[in-house]
């Protein structure tokens, strides 16, 4: 199949626009079982009525494991947001109600969060064997009740089409706490702008009711599994830092 040039590309795939449908093509090195799991997640989200890309199938091409899905044409918040930049806590206020949207759904079908958080964090290489025990210990003793997850939700995921907000990549959903998955996207904005991280936290305690306090009980934890992540624009040792601020030793 001639695909042409990608429209984008991740870290884990190429994506490409073809005869009006989207091409999600994985990296070589990834798990035969990498499509599959994304696609059954995005269905899972999509079954549930929330606003996600139609997924049509799931197929090899050109070698590769691909999954093709509905075209959703539009822009990202994120590109919005830095040509407005006035406009943060508008574009943020309107994520914040599709998250606190997807926070509402108990998710059955699904992987649970800890052991996605414990698998990563079990293959953190740069974690120690001692450290990993702690963040592992830590994760076990909290307790909470299971909503669908994003696990990678930020302005960027978000594409404004003619008619709704549409939520892309949900390869790292799961079955979780709520207050990990607002830590998750609090890190990722941190990651860039601290300001906008904490704008975001404040609009999302102020909607919910939840504490800053309960959310950053997920700090060490989160930032310990994004260490088995492969980002080059991330920095380890802002994350060992997170990290080593809860740590007791």
């Known amino acids: 199949m001639e695909l042409g040039n990608p429209i984008a590309k991740g870290n884990t795939a190429a994506i490409y626009l073809h005869d009006n449908k989207i091409i999600k093509m994985f ?14 997640k995005q269905k899972h989200a999509y079954s549930c009525g929330l606003p996600v890309p139609e997924i049509y199938r799931v197929a090899k091409i050109n070698g ?12 990202t918040l994120g590109d919005l947001l830095f040509e407005n930049r006035d406009q943060a806590e508008y574009y943020l ?16 079908t699904i992987e649970p969060m800890y052991d996605k958080l414990s698998r990563q964090i079990a293959t953190a290489a740069k974690l120690e064997t001692r450290q990993k025990s702690y963040l592992l210990k830590k994760l076990e003793s909290i307790t909470y009740e299971n ?10 995921n978000l594409i404004q089409s003619d008619k709704k907000i549409v939520v892309i990549d949900w390869v790292d959903s799961s079955a979780g706490d709520i207050r990990a998955d607002i830590y998750r996207t ?18 999302y305690c102020e ?3 939840l504490l800053r306090a309960d959310i950053f009980q997920w700090a060490p934890i989160i930032a310990g599994a994004r260490l088995s992540e492969t ?16 740590y007791p030793f």
């Open 186 to 203: 609090y890190l990722l904005y941190s990651q860039r702008s601290l300001e906008l991280a904490e704008l975001y936290l404040r609009l």
């Open 27 to 40: 990296n070589d090195y990834l798990p035969e079982t990498e499509s599959f799991n994304e696609a059954n």
């Open 231 to 246: 980002v080059s624009s991330e920095n380890a040792e802002r994350l060992m830092e997170i990290i080593n601020h809860d």
């Open 64 to 75: 590769k494991q691909a999954i093709m899905m509905e075209y959703v044409k539009g822009r």
């Open 147 to 156: 909503r669908l997850c994003h696990g990678d939700f930020h302005l960027f």
């Open 207 to 209: 909607k919910s009711g």
């Open 93 to 108: 206020d309107l994520s914040i109600d599709i998250q606190q949207k997807i926070h509402r759904v108990i998710p059955d």
